[in-house]
């Protein structure tokens, strides 16, 4: 089963459990899929693939990332608490991501096999490194190990 259809499928159990945070936001992921399968010229009854789904769940991650950032920036901590409660629920969706260490560990070992790498190459060496890393690892915190190893 498809995430698309794992998302779907969990709505009436959201419901049954009466938990009012994971049916709305269980609703609103299952909404945004099926723009993106519209935006995509499918019909809306499709489903997205898992790669699809996991670009869309990444979204909707990163969006509430952002408004918990701002809400807190403008010292409203009580509409930081949904989001971050939202958040955990898409977190649960998706694949669980490497650590910094993880990711120090291959960045090291890519750094001694393409020799020696300069600061000014580093934006092209994390773009490479983020093509094998795709899913795996957050941009973000491939972006700071590499900036902090070629320092």
Do not use: C, W
């Amino acid at each position: 089963m498809t995430i698309h259809e794992t998302l779907k499928k969990s709505i009436p159990d959201a419901m049954r459990a009466k938990d009012a945070v994971r049916l709305q936001t269980l609703r609103s992921l299952v909404t945004m899929m099926t723009n993106e399968v519209v935006a995509r010229k499918r019909k809306p009854d499709e489903f997205l693939t898992d790669e699809e789904a996991l670009a869309v769940l990444k979204r909707a991650a990163n969006q509430r990332k952002d408004s918990i950032e701002q809400f807190i920036k403008g010292g409203r901590p009580e509409l930081a608490e949904p989001e971050q409660a939202e958040l955990a629920i898409i977190e649960s969706y998706l694949p669980t991501l490497m650590s910094r260490e993880e990711i120090e560990t291959i960045v090291r070992a890519k750094i001694a096999e393409a020799g020696t790498v300069s600061k000014a190459e580093a934006g092209k060496f994390t773009g490479i490194l983020m093509k094998e890393l795709r899913g795996q690892a957050d941009g973000a915190d491939v972006k700071a190990v590499v900036d902090n190893l070629l320092a």
